[in-house]
């Protein structure tokens, strides 16, 4: 069973940037270079939503919200995806999640960390 391990929260002022890390190691390389890559968020007392998404083709997606503020990157020699974010505001003070979706339609969740901004 893959592990994702997700790395890079912390107490942040507005206007900071953060990178978040979520690493694969157990993950055997083709099933990682082969799956869909997607960051979620859920605020306090609210829903997760998804932030951002890396299709294996290389397309990606944002939520309104974090457009040209926030990039997905990935590295496939580290098995690890990135989340720059930059520009943050107290709205995207949230549990961030990464998922990957394998080509068979598996998923695998990272356990989640904390990005608290303050005003």
């Known amino acids: 069973q893959a592990q994702l391990l997700e790395s890079g929260g912390d107490l942040v002022q507005a206007g900071g940037s953060l990178r978040l890390s979520c690493k694969a190691p157990?993950?055997?390389?083709?099933?990682?270079?082969?799956?869909?890559m997607t960051w979620y968020r859920q605020p306090p007392g609210k829903e997760r939503e998804l932030v951002a998404q890396l299709l294996v083709g290389g397309t990606t997606n944002y939520a309104d919200s974090v457009k040209d503020r926030f990039t997905i990157s990935k590295d496939n020699g580290k098995r690890t995806v990135y989340l720059q974010m930059n520009s943050l505001n107290v709205e995207d003070t949230a549990v961030y999640y990464c998922?990957?979706?394998?080509?068979?339609?598996?998923?695998?969740w990272g356990q989640g960390t904390q990005v608290t901004v303050s005003s």
């Open positions: 998922n990957l979706r394998d080509f068979r339609g598996v998923e695998y």
């Open positions: 157990r993950m055997i390389l083709s099933t990682f270079t082969g799956s869909t």
